[in-house]
């Protein structure tokens, strides 16, 4: 769930979620009741409810991910093709390109070590939200805060970096 809310939040589009979803309600709204909203005493909703309220800042925050959302502009992959580990990564465009963020989703439950992409230009990466943290009820895998790009060429662009990707999950970047 936390990686499908965040590949939903990252991804071009308008964001929609029904009522109960910000806290994952088991059962199907009823117009002839309440939420569940008692169900926020256990973690997992808890942590969900954590989860949707930190993309909802994201989102406001980072004018990448809503400038240009219904433009072929604001979206450019960096890979798409790598369906051996199931991981995408693409770049989020706003008006000003020095805002655009990274974004790279690992749709499998393994951890991926050392895992290259490219990217658009030079600099240092910050990990900026990672839908694995441990207050989201993740396993708290995350990169160090700071990551450099190397002059490596991969995924036909000059620079790269090297990623951890934890598991069923979406990670963003923001150049620092």
Same mark, same amino acid.
């Given at each position: 769930?936390?990686?499908? %809310?965040?590949?939903?939040? @990252?991804? #071009?589009? @308008?964001?929609? !979620? ?5 806290? *994952?309600?088991? /059962? ?11 169900l926020l005493q256990y973690d997992y909703h808890s942590g969900t409810k954590k989860l949707i ?9 980072? =004018?990448? !991910? %809503?400038? +240009?959302?219904?433009? *072929?502009? *604001?979206?450019?992959? $960096?890979?798409?093709? /790598? ?9 989020? +465009?706003?008006?000003? =390109?020095d805002e655009n963020v990274i974004v790279v989703c690992n749709f499998t439950q393994v951890v ?7 990217? #658009? ?14 207050? %989201? &009820? &993740? ?9 450099? @790009?190397?002059?490596?060429?991969? /995924? ?8 951890? !990707? =934890? =598991?069923?999950?979406? @990670?963003?970047?923001?150049? $620092?």
């Amino acid at each position: 769930l936390r990686l499908l %809310y965040g590949y939903m939040f @990252t991804h #071009p589009g @308008t964001k929609l !979620l029904f009522m109960g979803s910000e806290f *994952g309600q088991n /059962d199907e709204w009823n117009f002839e009741k309440s939420l569940d909203w008692h169900l926020l005493q256990y973690d997992y909703h808890s942590g969900t409810k954590k989860l949707i309220t930190d993309l909802n800042h994201l989102y406001k925050s980072r =004018p990448a !991910l %809503y400038e +240009k959302q219904f433009s *072929g502009e *604001g979206f450019e992959w $960096i890979n798409y093709s /790598d369906h051996q580990n199931a991981v995408l990564s693409y770049i989020r +465009k706003g008006n000003n =390109p020095d805002e655009n963020v990274i974004v790279v989703c690992n749709f499998t439950q393994v951890v991926r070590e050392n895992y290259r992409i490219g990217v #658009p230009k030079k600099g240092k990466l910050e990990e900026i939200f990672n839908s694995d943290a441990s207050i %989201y &009820g &993740g396993s708290g895998i995350e990169n160090s805060k700071t990551l450099k @790009t190397e002059a490596v060429s991969y /995924d036909g662009r000059e620079d790269s970096i090297e990623l951890i !990707l =934890p =598991p069923l999950s979406v @990670t963003v970047y923001s150049f $620092i």
